[in-house]
């Protein structure tokens, strides 16, 4: 599975996304060590505090699933039906991802032209878990 390819995953988990309120459509693809993908989608709500983000969506169904070890993640969102912008993961994300993945795991940003791969110690650094 290539760089492209999971994130071509999100671009296609994306068309899922409830997101009526925002009008912000993401979709993510959670690549585990096995090779298996779990995707995701943002999910909204009227009471806007119980919206789920794509990637969450993506961890809670591979963690469903009984996986537990994850090599990458590829997010792809933007506003209405465009996906030409490059959608970052919120910090309530990169938490979740840090609590399964080392600062080695790959986050990879984009959309149907561009493609930049960050990893977790990237975007979060000095992240807090029950060791410190
Ligand atoms: N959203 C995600 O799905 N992932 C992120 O990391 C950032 C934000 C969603 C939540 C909400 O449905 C919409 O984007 C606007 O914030």
Do not use: W
Not at 91 to 108: L, S
């Amino acid at each position: 599975m290539t760089d492209r390819e999971l994130l071509n995953t999100a671009l296609i988990a994306r068309e899922a996304a409830y997101a009526p309120y925002s009008g912000y459509f993401v979709g993510a693809a959670l690549l585990a060590e096995d090779g298996t993908v779990y995707t995701g989608c943002n999910m909204e709500n009227a009471s806007y505090s119980a919206t789920l983000c794509a990637e969450r969506a993506a961890f809670a169904a591979a963690i469903s699933a009984g996986a537990h070890r994850f090599k990458a993640i590829a997010v792809a969102g933007g506003k209405g039906m465009k996906a030409d912008e490059a959608a970052s993961p919120c910090g309530v994300c990169r938490q979740v991802m840090a609590e399964f993945c080392d600062e080695k795991f790959n986050i990879i940003l984009g959309n149907e032209q561009t493609l930049s791969v960050y990893s977790l110690g990237d975007l979060l650094p000095l992240s807090f878990s029950l060791e410190d």
